[in-house]
């Protein structure tokens, strides 16, 4: 589909008043009516700034300022640096070309200018501009569109002062990381409070990352609330959200889930997983991994999970990640895999037993590439003594 230059501007910069009338002459000839000229470099100068052409036709050999001083003024301009500028010359030769591109020069015409060679060139470097200019523009739209959908995803996770809030009702400590390995992610977690002694944690991870991931952590914040929490253990909740994504989601997209209550009274954590790497929990000094075997959520309709229960006194902890944490590495380090979780965060709480997650996460970055290939969630939740 040929690109229409109908709205391009060109600025003739030319001493010959012969020379500026021909080549305007040509250019109108090839459908391009927004025409300026100048006598010199100074004029060229400030008819750039007041026509803003989206090409420059600049001759070399000028009084007052010649055309390559005048393409070097330009391109010390940040917001000139991608002007098409075609110079003309009558000197044909390596060395007079050489001089003009390294001035700045986009392309390069003889003179005598022949009017077919002079609109060809003209017309490849507006629609070269014009192909970039629609290209930096999309992608201007794109980024102001992701960065918008990434404050409405980070808006789906909970905010400081209400972790602090939970913290304090329950007498947790709450620690938090989420990290998308593009600008969107598909990892999504939450703590909801049930009443006055049982507070439930979700943990899910989709498969994949990026737009369509993230675009399934919407589609499960709008299903949640759908599932109340409060009377159904894990098992059957975490049930019912599957057969609802398995309804909205693509075929071949699932996610991973843990999906645990802890009540107070009892000091019991009740969960239910659905595949989700195994999380560690520590009671006791000792650190293990729990079973997190279970189908993915999104592959049956009729899948069925099982509720397994764990004493968590006070002084207890739990651990939650997403697979990042166990499957990216560096170039010198293997990932470090499930049964390296409880050396790892052994290692951080014995560098800061309060709050073991920062530790944690140093020593991972310190042994993986950036970016992450993958989403990263981790969550501690500790159990006040």
């Given at each position: 589909?040929?690109?229409?230059?109908?709205?391009?501007?060109?600025?003739?910069?030319?001493?010959?008043?012969?020379?500026?009338?021909?080549?305007?002459?040509?250019?109108?000839?090839?459908?391009?009516?927004?025409?300026?000229?100048?006598?010199?470099?100074?004029?060229?100068?400030?008819?750039?700034?007041?026509?803003?052409?989206?090409?420059?036709?600049?001759?070399?050999?000028?009084?007052?300022?010649?055309?390559?001083?005048?393409?070097?003024?330009?391109?010390?301009?940040?917001?000139?640096?991608?002007?098409?500028?075609?110079?003309?010359?009558?000197?044909?030769?390596?060395?007079?070309?050489?001089?003009?591109?390294?001035?700045?020069?986009?392309?390069?015409?003889?003179?005598?200018?022949?009017?077919?060679?002079?609109?060809?060139?003209?017309?490849?470097?507006?629609?070269?501009?014009?192909?970039?200019?629609?290209?930096?523009?999309?992608?201007?739209?794109?980024?102001?569109?992701?960065?918008?959908?990434?404050?409405?995803?980070?808006?789906?996770?909970?905010?400081p002062r209400e972790l602090e809030a939970v913290a304090e009702r329950y007498e947790l400590v709450l620690d938090a990381h989420f990290e998308t390995s593009s600008e969107l992610g598909g990892?999504?977690?939450?703590?909801?409070?049930?009443?006055?002694?049982?507070?439930?944690?979700?943990?899910?991870?989709?498969?994949?990352?990026?737009?369509?991931?993230?675009?399934?952590?919407?589609?499960?914040?709008?299903?949640?609330?759908?599932?109340?929490?409060?009377?159904?253990?894990?098992?059957?909740?975490?049930?019912?959200?599957?057969?609802?994504?398995?309804?909205?989601?693509?075929?071949?997209?699932?996610?991973?889930?843990?999906?645990?209550?802890?009540?107070?009274?009892?000091?019991?954590?009740?969960?239910?997983?659905?595949?989700?790497?195994?999380?560690?929990?520590?009671?006791?000094?000792?650190?293990?991994?729990?079973?997190?075997?279970?189908?993915?959520?999104?592959?049956?309709?009729?899948?069925?999970?099982?509720?397994?229960?764990?004493?968590?006194?006070?002084?207890?902890?739990?651990?939650?990640?997403?697979?990042?944490?166990?499957?990216?590495?560096?170039?010198?380090?293997?990932?470090?895999?499930?049964?390296?979780?409880?050396?790892?965060?052994?290692?951080?709480?014995?560098?800061?037993?309060?709050?073991?997650?920062?530790?944690?996460?140093?020593?991972?970055?310190?042994?993986?590439?950036?970016?992450?290939?993958?989403?990263?969630?981790?969550?501690?939740?500790?159990?006040?003594?």
């Open positions: 589909m040929p690109i229409s230059l109908a709205a391009s501007r060109v600025l003739i910069v030319d001493d010959n008043e012969f020379n500026r009338k021909s080549l305007a002459l040509m250019i109108r000839r090839a459908g391009l009516t927004q025409i300026e000229v100048a006598e010199n470099g100074v004029e060229g100068l400030r008819k750039v700034e007041s026509f803003r052409p989206d090409l420059v036709l600049l001759d070399v050999s000028m009084p007052v300022m010649d055309g390559l001083e005048m393409c070097r003024r330009l391109r010390e301009r940040l917001t000139h640096e991608e002007l098409p500028i075609l110079f003309q010359t009558a000197l044909d030769s390596d060395e007079e070309q050489v001089r003009c591109f390294e001035a700045g020069g986009s392309d390069f015409i003889s003179k005598p200018i022949k009017p077919g060679e002079c609109v060809a060139r003209v017309r490849h470097q507006l629609e070269k501009r014009k192909l970039f200019t629609d290209l930096a523009n999309f992608r201007a739209r794109v980024e102001r569109e992701l960065k918008h959908a990434k404050a409405m995803q980070l808006s789906l996770l909970p905010e990892d999504f977690w939450n703590v909801y409070p049930l009443d006055s002694h049982r507070v439930a944690f979700l943990l899910v991870d989709f498969a994949g990352h990026g737009i369509t991931a993230a675009i399934n952590t919407f589609r499960l914040h709008t299903l949640i609330d759908r599932f109340p929490m409060q009377h159904v253990p894990p098992s059957e909740w975490l049930a019912g959200l599957n057969r609802a994504l398995k309804e909205v989601l693509p075929v071949g997209q699932f996610a991973t889930a843990f999906f645990g209550i802890l009540d107070l009274h009892t000091d019991t954590l009740t969960y239910a997983s659905a595949g989700a790497p195994n999380p560690v929990v520590g009671i006791a000094g000792e650190l293990r991994l729990l079973d997190s075997a279970g189908l993915v959520l999104g592959a049956s309709r009729r899948a069925v999970y099982a509720d397994r229960s764990l004493r968590l006194p006070r002084g207890s902890c739990l651990f939650l990640y997403s697979d990042a944490l166990i499957e990216c590495s560096g170039p010198d380090n293997e990932p470090i895999g499930q049964d390296g979780v409880p050396g790892l965060l052994r290692g951080a709480i014995a560098a800061n037993r309060a709050r073991p997650l920062g530790p944690l996460l140093e020593r991972f970055y310190a042994r993986t590439s950036l970016p992450l290939r993958d989403d990263l969630t981790a969550v501690w939740i500790a159990r006040r003594a």
